[in-house]
């Protein structure tokens, strides 16, 4: 069964640096891209980017591109969205997402706090 | 990179059909949409693609039959018979575009569907 799952919910401070992680499995991680889609409070849904497990280089929204950084860790199967500055902006739900073998998968979601 | 558009709410009685509609800017009619279902406090959950010509692939996992996709010129529907209450929730489409080294996939902003 593939599934993903995501870490826990994070509370920071602006400023402040995080990273997230996705964990994927029950398929061949090395193989499919992984997206990471936020969602801020009460608002739709935002595609930020997507990472391939292999050696190919990210694709980012052209609006959030110099603020997120993705990667992928395909040894342990993660993937990861880091922020290096949070804003107070950055608060909201964020998501990772693969089509595996023309089935469409999501993460549980991770809430970020980003609050003085 | 197109721009998809969705009227922010609908509403249908229980028992009763609705469509929805995602629109497609202009130039990019030959673009296949996908429908994702989120349901309030939950993540999204991908329903169907639809192309010009209907269904591309097959359903998302556990959604009825009682939903159905039509595509026409810039439009990409999404019809659900015999609403039932499990129904309610907001839908989003979204479709991706360019190649693999300058992928980007936007999302519509979302339709929130009352089950009255």
């Known amino acids: 069964e593939v599934q993903l799952v995501q870490s826990g919910a994070e509370v920071k401070k602006p400023g402040e640096s995080l990273r997230i992680s996705c964990k994927g499995s029950g398929y061949n991680f090395s193989n499919y891209w992984i997206s990471w889609v936020r969602q801020m409070p009460g608002k739709g849904l935002e595609w930020m980017g997507r990472?391939?497990?292999?050696?190919?280089?990210?694709n980012y929204s052209p609006s959030l591109q110099g603020h997120v950084t993705m990667s992928a860790d395909k040894s342990i199967t993660t993937a990861y969205l880091e922020w290096s500055s949070l804003k107070a902006s950055d608060s909201g739900i964020y998501y990772c997402a693969s089509t595996v073998e023309g089935g469409d998968y999501w993460g549980q979601g991770t809430l970020v706090t980003v609050s003085s | 990179q197109p721009v998809l558009t969705q009227t922010p709410s609908a509403s249908a009685s229980l028992g009763a059909s609705v469509t929805l509609t995602c629109t497609l800017s202009?130039?990019?009619?030959?673009?296949?949409v996908d429908w994702y279902q989120q349901r309030p406090g939950e993540g999204p959950r991908f329903v169907m693609r639809v192309g010009a010509g209907g269904i591309v692939g097959s359903r998302g996992d556990g959604i009825p039959d009682r939903f159905s996709v039509l595509g026409s010129g810039l439009n990409r529907y999404l019809t659900i018979k015999n609403i039932q209450e499990e129904d309610e929730s907001d839908y989003h489409c979204?479709?991706?575009?360019?190649?693999?080294?300058?992928?980007?996939?936007?999302f519509g902003g979302g339709t929130t569907l009352t089950v009255l």
């Open positions: 990472t391939a497990p292999n050696d190919s280089p990210p």
């Open positions: 202009s130039g990019y009619s030959h673009y296949k």
């Open positions: 979204g479709a991706d575009h360019g190649g693999e080294t300058n992928f980007v996939y936007v």
